[in-house]
């Protein structure tokens, strides 16, 4: 069983930065790949990025250039760097780590918003 916390979510104004992390509990976390998504009210949750556990990432179009995912093994985190926030980025955002279809799990999410 792994655990998955998310934190560094907040308010910001448009063009600012935040830096979101996702903690593991548990051991073989770098077994894991892990994807931040996001879920804005009255729309579908979204991919924003992915790291494969060999360090490989992906971004969806909204966000490349402006976010960058990495993973820190050594202390079990996953962190999303992200610059020149916009209004349309503000959503809930939450960490997903899959090793597995068994071996598949979920943070409780940290809220983003960029207003003025």
């Known amino acids: 069983q792994v655990q998955l916390v998310e934190s560094g979510g907040g308010l910001v104004q448009p063009g600012g930065s935040l830096r979101l992390s996702c903690v593991a509990s548990g051991s073989i976390f770098d077994m894991y790949a892990v994807g931040w998504y996001r879920q804005a009210p009255g729309k579908q949750r979204e991919l924003v990025a992915t790291i494969s556990s060999g360090g490989s990432t992906y971004y969806a179009d909204s966000v490349r250039g402006r976010f960058t995912i990495s993973r820190d093994n050594a202390k079990n985190t996953v962190f999303l760097q992200m610059n020149k926030l916009k209004p349309e980025d503000t959503a809930v955002y939450y960490c997903?780590?899959?090793?597995?279809?068994?071996?598949?799990?979920w943070g409780q999410g940290t809220q983003v918003t960029v207003s003025s």
């Open positions: 997903h780590a899959r090793r597995s279809s068994v071996h598949d799990y």
